[in-house]
């Protein structure tokens, strides 16, 4: 396994006690994977799940151009009532950092959707790996899951795996004019399990 525990400590939040987990190849790491593990987790159970790619415009800033930061704090609330795991991925803007984003954003305003906008600057699509989350919830004992998602990646990654994804549970925040298009674009082109947009 690459990446390894390297501290840990419990965080009081507005939705409860979370155990905060940083994962990373070496204790210098500044941008570690983080695993938020409700205290009434139980790794025996079938544990509530939500797998987060990092998105700092949304989670951080409440940005509307996407459902991020409201699936976060969904996710945060059901994992509370379920003794669940949050693993938030230091992978911002599908992985292409923070940097192209908002360079990516600027093209978005001028009409192209994200995938365009990606392209327009000679990058893929979507560059995140999912891996580090099985890594993850190995170090943490956990053998079955509830999977928050609507992302069909993130379940794919499940079906060669030692951890049994048992169901997925979706995770729909309602449209705002500010991103129907982003969340139509996932469901369109990236086949995100969404009702109809």
């Not at 544990?47 to 790619?53: A, P, Y």
């Not at 305003?109 to 000679?122: F, K, P, R, S, V």
């Not at 794919?156 to 729909?172: G, H, Q, T």
């Amino acid at each position: 396994m690459e990446f390894k525990k390297q501290a840990q400590a419990s965080i009081p939040t507005p939705w409860g006690v979370f155990n905060m987990l940083a994962f990373a190849k070496e204790e210098e790491d500044w941008m570690p994977h983080l695993a938020l593990v409700h205290e009434d987790f139980s790794p025996g159970n079938i544990v509530l799940t939500r797998i987060h790619s990092e998105c700092i415009t949304g989670d951080l800033f409440g940005s509307k151009r996407c459902d991020c930061g409201e699936q976060l704090a969904k996710s945060m609330e059901l994992t509370s009532q379920q003794g669940g795991i949050v693993l938030y991925l230091r992978q911002e803007g599908r992985g292409i950092g923070i940097i192209n984003k908002l360079k990516a954003y600027n093209y978005q305003d001028l009409g192209m959707d994200t995938i365009e906008a990606n392209h327009q600057l000679g990058l893929v699509t979507d560059d995140r790996s999912y891996q580090v989350a099985i890594d993850m919830l190995l170090a943490l004992d956990v053998k079955r899951i509830r999977l928050l998602t609507n992302n069909p990646d993130k379940i794919e990654i499940f079906e060669n795996s030692p951890i049994a994804l048992v169901e997925r549970i979706p995770l729909e925040i309602a449209p705002t004019d500010d991103n129907i298009n982003y969340l139509r674009t996932k469901q369109d082109q990236m086949g995100h399990l969404l009702r109809d947009l």
